[in-house]
């Protein structure tokens, strides 16, 4: 049973750092893309990151790029969405999502391409 369980989420103040976590099970994480996506209330769902099936190559929003990182550890089967100098904008419940496939650079972010979904932990960003 193919299961992704988040963690790591909590308060933490403007220009801060947390480090989220998302455990696999079930499947061989080295075949899957896995991305991170998040929600905000009111919003939609968007994605902010993504490390791909094939070649480990990774892809972020632009409202994050340069201050979160994603990685692998395929012997853990887990995926970490680092993030720093975090802002109140990045509040949000953020889940990560796997599909058995690289689903393109044009489409990483469209949440409908993934397959299997987690619970999801809720990161807030306030003084």
């Not at 499947?27 to 919003?43: N, V």
Request: charged share 15%; aromatic share 14%; with cysteine.
């Amino acid at each position: 049973q193919v299961q992704l369980v988040e963690s790591g989420g909590g308060l933490v103040q403007p220009g801060g750092s947390l480090r989220l976590s998302c455990a696999a099970s079930g499947f061989t994480l080295d075949y899957y893309t896995i991305g991170w996506f998040r929600q905000a209330p009111g919003k939609e769902r968007e994605g902010v990151s993504c490390i791909s099936s094939s070649t480990g190559s990774t892809y972020y929003a632009n409202s994050v790029k340069g201050r979160f990182t994603i990685s692998r550890d395929n012997a853990k089967s887990t995926v970490y969405l680092h993030m720093n100098s975090l802002k109140p904008e990045d509040t949000a419940v953020y889940y990560c999502a796997a599909v058995r496939k690289w689903v393109g650079a044009s489409r990483w972010y469209a949440a409908q391409e993934y397959q299997y979904w987690g619970q999801g932990t809720q990161v807030t960003v306030s003084s």
